[in-house]
C-alpha cells in the first residue's frame, strides 16, 4: 500500500489522524502546523512534516506549491479535514494532481489497497461508497467524525517545510462564525428534535446542557422549524459530532443526522414512538414523553 498523507496545515486534526494510522498501519505522513510536530506523532504519524509559513492568504496559489512536495513524496491517498479553508483548498489541489476527489466523508475504509469512502448521496436520504479510480486518492472528512485516540508512532522522523507565498494578496482577517468552543469538540452533547416542538422546549434543553457541562445539538428539522439556531445543527448539513455521550430527545433518526453523530460513544435516545429509527442506534433507549425525563435530569442533585 502506498503512503497515506493527511494535511492539516492550519490546525491539527487529532481525531482524523488516528483514524488513518489505523488504515496505514502507520505508513502515515503528515503536514501539520510548526510546532505541533511532536503532538502528531503522538496520534500515529511516523513522518511528520512541519510547516514553517506565516499567513496563509491565498490558497491557489499554496495548493501548487503543496502538489509539487507531495508528487516528491510520492503519497497515494491524501486526506483532509473538510474545513473551511480546507474545502477551498482539496479541489485546486487535486485538479493539480490529476486525482479524484470526495467530499465531506462520514466513514473510510481500505479494500485491496485502495480507499473506500462513505459519504451520504441523493439529498442525503442514503450513504454511498466511493472508489476514486485516479492513481492518487483524495478525500475530506468532517471535523468530529473521528474520536481521537492515542497510538505513538515509534521514533517518527520530523523534518520542516518552509512556505513564502507570493505576496500578491493579503490576509486581512479570517474568524470563526461563533465563538466559545465548538459543538464538533464536546464531550457530551444534549441534542433535540421536532419531538421536542417549540423554542421553549429547546430553552429547557439548553438549561439541562448546562448542568451537564454539554453542547446543545438539534436536527435539522427543529432548526427549520425555527426551535434551534443553526449553529446547533448536527447532521451532514450541520456539524459532524462524536461525543462520549449523546442525549437525542424527540429525535426521530434520519439519515442525514445519524451520519452526523455515529461517532458517539454512548447513546440515549428518548422518543415517545418505539418505531424510531433512533432506537436501532441508541445504546439505551426510553419509550416516553421527552419533556418528563428533561424535567427529571434537571431535578437530579447528583448530575
Given amino acids: 500500500m502506498s503512503e497515506m ?17 489505523r488504515l496505514s498501519g502507520g505508513n502515515l505522513r503528515a503536514l501539520v ?3 505541533k510536530g511532536v503532538m502528531a506523532g503522538e496520534y500515529g504519524a511516523s513522518h511528520i512534516v ?8 491565498e490558497e491557489g496559489e499554496f495548493a501548487a506549491f503543496l502538489a509539487e512536495n507531495i508528487r516528491a513524496w510520492g503519497s497515494g491517498m491524501i486526506l483532509a479535514p473538510a474545513t473551511v479553508r480546507m474545502r477551498n483548498l482539496m479541489p485546486m489541489l487535486a485538479w493539480h494532481l ?3 476527489l470526495t467530499a465531506d466523508c462520514s466513514a473510510l475504509r481500505l479494500e485491496d489497497g485502495r480507499l473506500l469512502q462513505t459519504r451520504p448521496a441523493f439529498g442525503n436520504s442514503l450513504m454511498a461508497d466511493i472508489r476514486t479510480l485516479s492513481d492518487i486518492q483524495m478525500a475530506t472528512v468532517r471535523p468530529g467524525t473521528f474520536r481521537p485516540s492515542k ?14 507565498p507570493a505576496g500578491r494578496v493579503k490576509l486581512l482577517g479570517f474568524a470563526p ?25 429547546f430553552a429547557k434543553l439548553e438549561r439541562l446542557a448546562q448542568k451537564l457541562g454539554a453542547g446543545l445539538g438539534a436536527s435539522r428539522t427543529a432548526v427549520a422549524a425555527g426551535f434551534a439556531p443553526y449553529s446547533c445543527q448536527v447532521g451532514m448539513t450541520g456539524v459532524t459530532v462524536c461525543p462520549k455521550l449523546y442525549l437525542a430527545f424527540g429525535i426521530s433518526g434520519a439519515v442525514q443526522h445519524l451520519a452526523g453523530m455515529s461517532g458517539s460513544g454512548t447513546v440515549v435516545a428518548v422518543n415517545q414512538d418505539p418505531k424510531a429509527p433512533i432506537f436501532d442506534y441508541a445504546d439505551y433507549g426510553i419509550v416516553g414523553d421527552w419533556e418528563v425525563i428533561a424535567d427529571q435530569l434537571l431535578e437530579e442533585e447528583n448530575l
Wanted: hydrophobic share 40%; aromatic share 4%; glycine share 14%.
Fill in 177 to 201: 462564525f461563533s465563538e466559545g468552543k465548538p459543538l464538533s469538540q464536546a464531550e457530551i452533547i444534549v441534542a433535540g428534535g421536532m419531538g421536542v416542538g417549540s423554542r421553549e422546549g
Fill in 50 to 57: 512541519t510547516l514553517a509559513a506565516g499567513e496563509i492568504p
Fill in 151 to 164: 497510538c505513538p508512532a515509534p521514533s517518527p522522523a520530523i523534518e520542516t517545510l518552509t512556505y513564502v
Fill in 5 to 21: 498523507l493527511v494535511l492539516c496545515p492550519f490546525a491539527l486534526d487529532s481525531g482524523l489522524l488516528s483514524e488513518a494510522a
Fill in 33 to 35: 502546523p510548526e510546532g
Fill in 98 to 100: 490529476k486525482a479524484g
